[in-house]
């Protein structure tokens, strides 16, 4: 999958115009990539168009238009974006009490390490997480992580026949599986290895 290119972009002017069909678009788009695991944690599969929109939305809330201010942005999210030989997810811990999600975040410290994949018969993957910045410290995590899950060739070649793709989660305070995901999903991702 291609890195973002200024080119890709709409200017902020064209945005303004495009941008209720374009939001329309991605929302759709979104559907089949977006997995609730349990009722509380949620993966949003990242991919060249989930990654244009929040770069778009980002230069339309700053106002940003220069160019290298525009390089920036896209330094900072091309690397949210698969390789061929990854997945890539934002990981969100939704709760909507805030004295819960207090409670939650201190609860359930590493759950980023305790995700997991799996293709077929494989052995599961779980992900690299935060390569950006720590999101965790002494006392709690943070609500969203960002994930890359690196896969075999042979893992590779399994997707992209069919085969079914799992995921879930097993930390000591949380543990949800999908197993199977739904194929609009399974289809969805397995395209990302292209």
Do not use: C
């Amino acid at each position: 999958m291609q890195k973002l290119t200024r080119a890709d972009l709409f200017t902020l002017e064209a945005y303004a115009v495009q941008r209720k069909a374009f939001r329309e678009r991605v929302i759709e788009h979104k559907k089949s990539r977006r997995v609730a695991l349990g009722v509380h944690v949620t993966l949003l599969f990242e991919d060249q168009l989930t990654i244009q929109y929040q770069i778009q939305e980002m230069l339309r809330v700053e106002r940003i238009f220069e160019p290298a201010a525009i390089e920036d942005e896209l330094h900072a999210y091309n690397p949210l974006i698969p390789d061929g030989g990854n997945l890539k997810a934002t990981l969100l811990i939704e709760y909507e009490d805030p004295d819960e999600r207090k409670q939650a975040l201190q609860d359930l410290k590493g759950l980023e390490e305790k995700i997991w994949m799996r293709i077929g018969a494989h052995e599961p993957v779980t992900p690299i997480a935060d390569e950006d910045l720590e999101r965790e410290n002494a006392e709690k995590t943070s609500s969203v992580h960002f994930l890359r899950f690196e896969f075999t060739p042979a893992m590779i070649a399994d997707a992209r026949l069919g085969a079914d793709i799992a995921l879930g989660v097993d930390h000591s305070h949380y543990h949800a599986v999908l197993d199977p995901l739904p194929e609009s999903t399974r289809a969805a991702l397995a395209a990302d290895f292209d």
